[in-house]
């Protein structure tokens, strides 16, 4: 109990919950927590595996942490999250800086293998957890917190490690998912997550995403919902009208799509279709005139063609997105995808990238340059000192992917709303001052 602990957290914001779980276990037992890493004795180096990229990342974290022990502070590190939990078998003899090793299920065995450790040495706790998931220390503003409603995956896309490290999809209990959204306090912006949000329900009989939605609507602590991860065939019409109608749900949907072409959204395992993608995008439009819509694609998939990818570029062009994110495919075994002939090149999937990302800059801009002399309602997420200015977002731009809102303003306080005068607009970010009648809501 008198340890110092420190997190390392990599990843997306699901392994972020992960780890406010394991802080929170730590917090149970009455040990200490710092921010700084240098004066921890235990380091937890919370992993994600999702990309040989992302597991590089971590293994470099990892390495990076055991120079620590040179200066007599740190005692031990914890591995744990996807990486261990996917990769022990190679991983333990290999990485034996690490000194004890979790998976993702196993937050009830932090304490016990941290004793061992200290008594015998190295120890792989990986699958030895009861599953529990105790109160989370939220580790994000005060003002925005994630609920992860779900773990694991339906889908079978054929690139994707996820089933293979998360297992099947499991939904959390409603009634849980209730109590840990009151116990997180008052929060400006709750951000449903899940490998996929809008499956939420399936696996124990029937679809209760929107019943879900509802319910947290309904709790006084929470003043807004965004929904990330929703797949574009699970996608109802009772979820279009909720975010419709809901006041409390913002007008953004996140809506991974991968590709636009027929042939390679076969050959990844997806299940939409471009028309149906079509169709939905448009209903979205017409139902929610002031919908953001945010969506991923992979370039270079096997055997994907320069036709297929100027095909994707007229795509982009045609939906008009508000913010999307590209991603170079990455050949992972143990995949369907990593069989696959017809690899693409490194330096054409790096091209096909860049090029998509200049195509949605202009589309971006274009958008941005729309909002110019508007006053947008902005939360306020603190200051950016670089810039000497208020750092924010409005409601089309979600925390960490999207684009920001930049202002000056008097006095602004973090977590509080203001309406925000746009002076300027770049290709993701827009600028601007506080209206100066307006004192925060």
């Not at 706790?125 to 939220?138: H, I, M, N, S």
């Not at 096909?352 to 589309?363: G, M, N, P, S």
Request: with cysteine; charged share 30%; proline share 3%.
């Amino acid at each position: 109990m008198e340890k110092v602990f420190g997190m390392i957290s990599l990843g997306c914001d699901k392994n972020r919950v992960d780890g406010e779980r394991l802080l929170g276990e730590i917090k149970r037992h009455g040990c200490r927590i710092t921010d700084d890493i240098q004066k921890a004795q235990i380091l937890i180096v919370n992993t994600c595996a999702f990309l040989s990229a992302a597991r590089e990342e971590s293994i470099a974290a990892v390495l990076e942490a055991n120079s620590l022990r040179e200066k007599g502070v740190l005692e031990k590190i914890v591995v744990t999250g996807c990486l261990p939990e996917k990769f022990i078998g190679e991983l333990f003899p290999a990485l034996t800086e690490g000194d004890v090793f979790l998976g993702v299920r196993d937050v009830s065995e932090l304490f016990p293998a941290l004793e061992r450790s200290y008594r015998e040495g190295r120890v792989n706790a990986v699958g030895r957890g009861d599953g529990r998931r105790p109160e989370r220390l939220v580790s994000t503003m005060p003002h925005l917190k994630y609920l992860k409603i779900a773990d694991g995956c339906f889908n079978r896309c054929t690139y994707c490690l996820i089933p293979k490290i998360r297992g099947k999809y499991v939904s959390y209990p409603m009634e849980e998912l209730l109590e840990e959204a009151k116990s997180l306090g008052e929060t400006d912006e709750l951000v449903l997550v899940a490998q996929d949000t809008t499956r939420y329900g399936e696996d124990v009989g029937e679809n209760k995403f929107v019943e879900l939605i509802k319910k947290l609507s309904e709790l006084d602590n929470i003043c807004h919902i965004r929904l990330l991860y929703c797949y574009p065939e699970v996608i109802s019409d009772d979820l279009i009208r909720e975010v419709k109608e809901n006041p409390k749900v913002i007008k953004y949907l996140d809506i991974p799509l991968q590709h636009s072409e027929d042939r390679i959204l076969r050959l990844m395992g997806r299940r939409s279709r471009k028309e149906e993608i079509r169709t939905l995008l448009s209903k979205l439009r017409r139902e929610i005139p002031s919908v953001a819509l945010r969506t991923t694609f992979i370039a270079g998939f096997p055997t994907e063609t320069e036709e297929e990818h100027r095909s994707l570029l007229a795509f982009l062009e045609e939906a008009q997105f508000e913010n999307c994110g590209f991603f170079a495919y990455s050949r992972e075994k143990d995949t369907p995808a990593y069989k696959l002939k017809g690899q693409i090149h490194p330096s054409t999937k790096k091209r096909w990238v860049r090029e998509l990302y200049e195509a949605q800059a202009k589309i971006s801009a274009k958008k941005l340059a729309n909002y110019l002399k508007d006053t947008l309602d902005v939360v306020c997420d603190g200051i950016d000192y670089e810039k000497s200015c208020f750092v924010g977002r409005a409601y089309f731009q979600a925390y960490e992917i999207d684009g920001s809102v930049y202002f000056t303003a008097s006095m602004a306080e973090e977590g509080k709303r203001y309406h925000v005068r746009i002076d300027r607009t770049t290709e993701y970010d827009l600028f601007g001052h506080a209206m100066p009648e307006e004192g925060g809501k």
